[in-house]
């Protein structure tokens, strides 16, 4: 059975087995139990999905050398998803790196899934199923 994380304006599930820590009032990071890691930080609705991406990439090129990045684009229950796929060497492992955005009318999410390229084969189907859910979380009405 799948849990649930509500909070930042956004609800979605998850394998219960994977850690959830909530870093701040403003994101919340899933752990696989091998290490790949999905983080979701909420910005203003003054954030443009363009400008989080760049911050976050800038905050990357700083940190790993010799980045490799192509355009990324994803539709998910009707949410356009727009950003970066990056690719580094560190520690002798091939790293992928995922920077998403959208805008929503009350806020800006940025994401960002990350793990070694072979995991990242086997877990990406899960990691597009939880970002599927999040959506759907946005595009459904405010009954809860």
Not at 6 to 28: C, H, M, Q, R
Not at 74 to 89: D, H, N, P, S
């Amino acid at each position: 059975m799948p849990d649930k994380f509500t909070g930042l304006g956004i609800a979605f599930l998850y394998p219960e087995n994977w850690k959830l820590e909530e870093e701040s009032n403003d994101s919340v990071t899933l752990e696989t139990p091998s290490g790949a890691f999905l983080t979701i930080a909420r910005f203003d609705q003054d954030t443009s999905p363009a400008a989080a991406i760049d911050g976050a990439r800038g905050t990357m090129e700083e940190e790993y050398e010799e980045i490799e990045q192509e355009i990324t684009e994803k539709l998910l229950a009707g949410i356009a998803l727009e950003g970066l796929t990056q690719r580094f060497v560190y520690l002798d492992l091939v790293i992928v790196s995922q920077l998403l955005a959208f805008a929503h009318p009350t806020a800006t999410y940025l994401v960002q899934i990350q793990g070694e390229d072979r995991e990242m084969e086997q877990t990406t189907p899960v990691f597009d199923a939880i970002l599927t859910s999040l959506c759907q979380s946005l595009a459904a009405p405010e009954s809860e």
